[in-house]
């Protein structure tokens, strides 16, 4: 065989092999491109970020420059969503600042570590499950209220400091260039992607603003104004704090709050990211990654973290579609802090804020304004409060509150929908066939369905149109049964599950037993006749 027909075969056995590797899930050269170009851009949104949020939690700002290290690999690697970003976040440092200024750094590392843990419980225990109860309208609010959030962060970019050393707004020349350098950027990020998507739009933004700035000499304000980041590996430090129940009052706290917001934030992220990526599931794999995370890291010096809509908007964006792009952003962030700090120190921050820009642009659900006229009041209402909460409070009251607002609106509504349709079957039966769902809030409506005087010797409730809910349900059916059985006439109860039977039962009340009787489970037993509970369904 000649030499060239050997090559030919080995080339064909290698596009062959190659060919199979991608049909089994190996990213092409480009694809791995893309993610490593994604992850570079992220990382150059970090660290202003990074150093930010330290300042506000009260500490040094390689200790959120680790947390944004640590937390991001470790949540890239094992995460339940491939292209989300996480590290040290806002939302999370202005919980840490009464705790960093009255009892010190250390607290917060074991803070950070109980922190975790609590995190990790919350996986086992699959609690991730539950963001589905978030409805729509909250996560609409949820992503209008953090893009204001993250808009508003950006302002502080346009401060410098004055004479007195106090921070004050740019006037002048200084403020004509910042902005007309963040225009240029978001320019560029705008057009670019319209050109070719050989590389991301952000990056080639930050690049090209950054040379203009470095080739002309323009003073704006840059990433080594802020602080620092030179640094060197993050060390294993086990906190210096006693080990007695004392401690534990102080941060079991905070510990708890921190859990809950870092959870709440991450897996809304979750789902946003997984709606534009066409990803679903990993809400309980997402918990034990943070926990993870937050666990390591409070041993090695960082202020903990958790999932930053910002960066994962750029990173999927740019096209981070894999878990490539999140290692590759915690390494180029470390790479950052080792070995090319006085490079990252001279980009410009107007650069960075019209990458943040364009994500706020991108973020906010412009949508939401169009649907208002077309959806009900009380969806609307919901969009708004939790927007205006998010943006005055923080994103983990706002969620709370807009699923309990939500709530109360479902329960009122499906309060208003019991009804029932009465009519003779005998000369002396009469019988009720309910609808709508009987639980507390429609127990009231349900009582006045009945004509217990002037009905006749003997009454039949159907409840194959309705669902029996929970004890204020149970206690209303023997309520009703009570008032007929006080005024001489008989009762039965028609088409209950098999659940109502057994506790229905116990008070003595005339079951009549169907072939086609429902089969669900109540919120919670309870026996009328001992007044007691049971084991919930």
């Given at each position: 065989?000649?030499?060239?027909?050997?090559?030919?075969?080995?080339?064909?056995?290698?596009?062959?092999?190659?060919?199979?590797?991608?049909?089994?899930?190996?990213?092409?050269?480009?694809?791995?491109?893309?993610?490593?170009?994604?992850?570079?851009?992220?990382?150059?949104?970090?660290?202003?970020?990074?150093?930010?949020?330290?300042?506000?939690?009260?500490?040094?700002?390689?200790?959120?420059?680790?947390?944004?290290?640590?937390?991001?690999?470790?949540?890239?690697?094992?995460?339940?969503?491939?292209?989300?970003?996480?590290?040290?976040?806002?939302?999370?440092?202005?919980?840490?600042?009464?705790?960093?200024?009255?009892?010190?750094?250390?607290?917060?590392?074991?803070?950070?570590?109980?922190?975790?843990?609590?995190?990790?419980?919350?996986?086992?225990?699959?609690?991730?499950?539950?963001?589905?109860?978030?409805?729509?309208?909250?996560?609409?609010?949820?992503?209008?209220?953090?893009?204001?959030?993250?808009?508003?962060?950006?302002?502080?970019?346009?401060?410098?400091?004055?004479?007195?050393?106090?921070?004050?707004?740019?006037?002048?020349?200084?403020?004509?260039?910042?902005?007309?350098?963040?225009?240029?950027?978001?320019?560029?990020?705008?057009?670019?992607?319209?050109?070719?998507?050989?590389?991301?739009?952000?990056?080639?933004?930050?690049?090209?603003?950054?040379?203009?700035?470095?080739?002309?000499?323009?003073?704006?304000?840059?990433?080594?104004?802020?602080?620092?980041?030179?640094?060197?590996?993050?060390?294993?430090?086990?906190?210096?704090?006693?080990?007695?129940?004392?401690?534990?009052?102080i941060i079991l706290p905070y510990a708890i709050i921190l859990a809950a917001i870092g959870l709440i934030e991450s897996l809304l992220t979750l789902n946003l990211v997984g709606e534009i990526t066409g990803q679903r599931g990993g809400a309980s794999q997402e918990c034990l990654a943070q926990g993870a995370a937050n666990t390591v890291t409070g041993f090695f010096g960082g202020m903990g973290g958790c999932a930053m809509i910002g960066q994962s908007m750029i990173n999927v964006k740019s096209g981070g579609r894999m878990r490539i792009s999140g290692v590759s952003a915690a390494l180029f962030l470390l790479i950052f802090i080792l070995f090319a700090s006085s490079l990252i120190e001279q980009i410009p921050l107007a650069a960075l804020v019209g990458v943040m820009f364009m994500v706020v642009i991108g973020t906010f659900a412009w949508n939401s304004l169009t649907i208002l006229r077309r959806i009900p009041l009380t969806d609307a209402l919901v969009i708004f409060l939790v927007t205006i909460v998010t943006v005055a409070t923080d994103l983990a009251i706002a969620v709370v509150v807009g699923v309990i607002v939500s709530a109360l609106a479902y329960s009122w509504n499906a309060s208003k929908r019991i009804s029932a349709k009465a009519y003779m079957s005998t000369k002396d039966t009469r019988v009720y066939q309910i609808e709508g769902p009987l639980f507390f809030g429609s127990t009231d409506g349900f009582a006045e369905l009945f004509d217990i005087k002037n009905d006749p010797n003997t009454v039949v409730v159907d409840f194959m149109g309705s669902r029996v809910v929970d004890q204020s349900a149970l206690q209303a059916i023997e309520d009703l049964a009570s008032k007929y059985e006080a005024d001489g006439k008989k009762l039965q109860l028609r088409h209950l599950s098999q659940d109502c039977h057994s506790l229905l039962n116990k008070a003595g009340q005339l079951m009549v037993d169907s072939d086609d009787d429902p089969d669900y489970g109540l919120v919670v037993d309870y026996s009328i006749k001992t007044g007691s509970f049971g084991n919930g369904h």
């Open positions: 065989m000649s030499s060239s027909s050997t090559f030919s075969a080995f080339a064909e056995r290698l596009s062959v092999g190659l060919q199979n590797r991608r049909n089994k899930g190996f990213p092409s050269p480009t694809r791995i491109k893309t993610e490593v170009l994604s992850g570079l851009t992220v990382a150059l949104a970090l660290v202003p970020e990074a150093v930010a949020f330290a300042f506000v939690a009260g500490v040094h700002p390689l200790v959120g420059l680790y947390a944004a290290f640590i937390v991001g690999l470790i949540t890239a690697l094992f995460g339940g969503r491939p292209g989300m970003i996480s590290g040290a976040t806002g939302a999370l440092a202005v919980v840490m600042v009464s705790l960093v200024s009255q009892h010190g750094v250390e607290y917060l590392f074991a803070t950070v570590v109980l922190m975790g843990i609590l995190q990790i419980l919350a996986g086992i225990f699959r609690l991730g499950k539950f963001i589905r109860l978030v409805p729509h309208p909250v996560m609409l609010g949820f992503v209008n209220g953090l893009a204001i959030v993250i808009f508003m962060a950006q302002l502080s970019q346009f401060k410098v400091p004055g004479p007195d050393g106090t921070q004050v707004w740019m006037q002048g020349i200084p403020l004509v260039l910042t902005l007309a350098l963040v225009a240029l950027t978001m320019s560029i990020i705008w057009v670019l992607p319209k050109l070719t998507k050989a590389i991301p739009a952000p990056l080639a933004g930050i690049g090209i603003v950054s040379c203009l700035v470095l080739a002309l000499g323009i003073d704006v304000p840059n990433v080594g104004d802020l602080a620092s980041i030179k640094g060197g590996l993050p060390q294993f430090h086990i906190p210096v704090i006693p080990l007695n129940l004392e401690t534990l009052q």
